[in-house]
Each structure stands twice: as C-alpha cells, then as structure tokens.
C-alpha cells in the first residue's frame, strides 16, 4: 500500500510503499488487548505491603480471660477483627507480570500499526531533524495540527529533534526498538520517519 511522505514543514516528499503485512491487516481487539495489559502488568511495580499479625506493634499476652466475662473468646490485640490488628491475606510485594511470546508481542505491533493506518491517523515524515529549538518544533506541530503524537524513527532519534521535543506534553518521541503497542494505540496521531518504516520493516519480519 502507498502512503504520502511529508515533511516538517509540512511540504510534499513523495510517496513510500508500505508492508501490508504491517499496516494493513485487520486490527483486532482481542490481540490488542493481551500485548497492552501483558505491558501494563510488566509496568506495575508490585510494592504494596500490609502488617501482618505478626508485624503489628501490640502485646501477645491475651487480652482477658477466656470464660466469665460475658463477651467472645479473644488471644491477643492482633487478631485482624480488631482495629490497628494485622490484616488477614493482605496484599505482599509480588510481581504482577507474565509471560507473553515473541511472536505473538510482534503480532500485536502489527496490528496497532495497522489499526493506526485504518483510522486515518498514521503520517509518514520524510525525516525527523531540526536545529534543536522547542519553539519552531512547537509551531509545526501546530500547523501541521497533530495532536498527542508519538514520533517513530530509525534506529537512533536525532538529537535536535529530541531537544526540541523534550519539552513539549504533546509530542513523544522514540527510536523503533522502542516502539510499543500501548504507546502506539494511546497517540491520537502517529508519525513514523521513512527510516523508521524501514527498521520497523526489518524488526517484525
């Protein structure tokens, strides 16, 4: 498939032909699903962390005498039914992550792209460089009106354009080993660099 090629200034560049294999499959939620929640469950840090009955603070002489008293049978203040007493089955520090294939990892990053380019919001840029200053960067990206764009490039993203887009909330900006599927479906506007097809093209072969 044919995909205009732009460039910053929002000028014509040509044209570039893209891997169906990549962008033209038909997207599917339930792949889409199971890549971003096995990222987001990888992400989570897993540090939450409850007293348990051994770990609370109070005595563990029994707290009143078994029978005469006229109320329940009771051990000592750190019996989870009191307040300030340990928590029964609480949460431990635990990872929250599992495990997920390659291929099929590779199979949901051609299915974002691809459900990207079926939306209409993929832009090809015929390179991403410029001299570094937020301010020009900020004025294409409004001329060119993207809006939370994620910039895809080749194997190393220039300096300059890393620089200037370092301050800006509503520009991200990755090499293509860095491209991911959450990142990808969260962007209202992706944008991916001609070398950046190329090295996409080359990693989910």
Do not use: C
Not at 14 to 39: K, M, Y
Not at 59 to 70: E, H, N
Not at 181 to 199: F, Q, R
């Amino acid at each position: 498939m044919k995909a205009d090629v732009i460039k910053l200034d929002g000028g014509t560049a040509g044209s570039v032909e893209l891997d169906e294999a990549l962008f033209g499959l038909e997207p599917r939620t339930d792949i889409l699903h199971r890549v971003v929640r096995w990222q987001r469950n990888n992400a989570q840090q897993g540090t939450h962390k409850v007293k348990t009955r051994k770990e609370t603070s109070y005595s563990t002489k029994k707290i009143y005498r078994q029978k005469g008293t006229g109320g329940a049978r009771h051990g000592d203040r750190n019996a989870p039914i009191f307040r300030k007493g340990g928590v029964y089955k609480g949460p431990v520090p635990r990872s929250h992550g599992h495990e997920l294939t390659k291929k099929f990892r590779k199979l949901g990053l051609r299915h974002a792209l691809s459900a990207k380019a079926k939306a209409g919001e993929l832009v090809i840029l015929e390179n991403a460089e410029t001299e570094g200053k937020t301010s020009a960067l900020a004025k294409q990206v409004k001329d060119l009106g993207w809006k939370r764009a994620l910039v895809i490039d080749g194997a190393e993203v220039n300096d300059g354009f890393a620089r200037a887009a370092r301050n800006l909330e509503t520009v991200d900006v990755l090499p293509s080993m860095g491209a991911n599927v959450y990142d990808i479906l969260k962007s209202d506007t992706l944008v991916i660099t001609k070398a950046g097809v190329e090295a996409l093209e080359a990693r989910l072969k």
